[in-house]
């Protein structure tokens, strides 16, 4: 592999691995952003970012609460629950009605825990929300957009763990993984190779004209990340697409060979050296090496 191009794949796996930390922090988020837009020359401005906004909120929960906004499926069966058409709806405007509305719901303590997360979301989203609107009208036009848009920062790192996790345990060229992936009968499995398959095509390289001359950039399906409809100045960064592009770039530079899920952690690593580690830190080797010694002794 030409060093160039051996290079930049380590580039596009570290970020993969930082982007792929369970316990990344709100400022590191930040960063992911800023080093997509410089890896891809993206055209895009910052501020009022709303998937930004929702960091802070879901790194403040527990693990279980985190686990559930970033799984899809589970967003979905709690979708389901919430808007069942033969529930009563309470009045938003009423914090009691609400309280007792999701207490009712038949869901965990941690799903319920993660509709208040999206509930203050939404309100963030849109705050000039009537407040005598109903909880039924309010939420079924915004927690489908606070879900499949603003928490798409979280669902693809599910997703993109998924997808690597299935190539890394078939032990075959990535391409027929993905391949077998589509095609699969579990639906968790198509899911996750489909989403990135599908937003692998919404980016695409673009030129800009402009009165200092052309340059190159990239562009969306969807070309414009501004959603005016939700007030002036809000901007949602395309996490779907920006995320399927790394992981594809990565996986065609031969990433394959250069990645391991830790056998301590089991968190997402690059390597450097063909099939020369196993653990992503020496923190896990050791930790390894102790419990197997305990496990001896017992």
Same mark, same amino acid.
């Given at each position: 592999m030409a060093n160039k191009?051996?290079?930049?794949?380590?580039?596009?796996?570290?970020?993969?691995?930082? #982007?792929?930390?369970?316990?990344?922090?709100?400022?590191? #988020?930040?960063? &992911?952003?800023?080093d997509a837009i410089t890896l891809f020359n993206i055209d895009f401005n910052l501020q009022d970012e709303l998937s930004?906004?929702?960091?802070? *909120?879901?790194?403040?929960?527990?693990?279980? =609460?985190?686990?559930?906004? %970033?799984?899809?499926?589970?967003?979905?069966?709690?979708w389901d629950e919430v808007f069942d058409d033969n529930r009563p709806k309470p009045d938003l405007k009423k914090r009691e009605e609400?309280?007792?509305?999701? @207490?009712?719901?038949?869901? %965990?303590?941690?799903? +319920?825990?993660? !509709?208040?997360?999206?509930?203050? !979301? =939404? &309100?963030?989203?849109d705050q000039e929300v009537d407040a005598s609107a109903m909880l039924s009208i309010l939420l079924k036009t915004q927690f489908s957009?606070?879900? #499949?848009? =603003?928490?798409?920062?979280?669902?693809?790192?599910?997703i993109t763990n998924e997808v690597l996790k299935k190539i890394n345990q078939k032990k075959e060229l990535w391409s027929n $993984?993905?391949?077998?992936?589509?095609?699969? +009968?579990?639906s968790f499995t198509c899911f996750s190779f489909y989403e990135i398959y599908e937003n692998s095509h919404s980016i695409f390289e673009a030129i800009n004209i402009t009165e200092e001359g052309a340059y190159? $950039? /990239? $562009?969306?399906? @969807?070309? $414009?990340c501004e959603y005016t @409809? *939700?007030?002036?100045?809000?901007? *949602?960064?395309?996490?779907?697409?920006?995320?399927? +592009?790394?992981l594809i770039d990565f996986l065609f530079l031969g990433g394959q060979d250069y990645y391991l899920f830790c056998e301590q952690c089991d968190r997402f690593a690059v390597i450097r050296r063909k099939g020369r580690k196993k653990?992503? @830190?020496?923190?896990?080797?050791?930790?390894?090496?102790?419990?197997?010694? /305990?496990? +001896?002794?017992?």
């Open positions: 191009e051996f290079q930049r794949m380590i580039v596009l796996g570290e970020w993969l691995e930082k #982007y792929l930390n369970p316990d990344a922090r709100v400022w590191e #988020y930040r960063e &992911l952003l800023k930004l906004k929702a960091v802070p *909120l879901v790194c403040e929960q527990p693990s279980e =609460v985190k686990d559930i906004l %970033s799984n899809p499926h589970i967003m979905g069966s709690l609400v309280e007792e509305f999701i @207490s009712n719901l038949e869901i %965990s303590k941690h799903q +319920k825990a993660a !509709l208040w997360v999206v509930l203050r !979301l =939404v &309100l963030i989203v957009f606070v879900q #499949y848009e =603003v928490l798409d920062i979280f669902s693809f790192k599910w $993984t993905f391949k077998t992936g589509l095609d699969s +009968k579990d190159k $950039t /990239m $562009t969306f399906d @969807s070309p $414009t @409809s *939700l007030g002036d100045g809000y901007s *949602l960064f395309p996490w779907g697409p920006v995320v399927s +592009k790394i653990f992503c @830190s020496d923190l896990c080797r050791t930790t390894h090496g102790n419990e197997l010694k /305990m496990n +001896k002794i017992r």
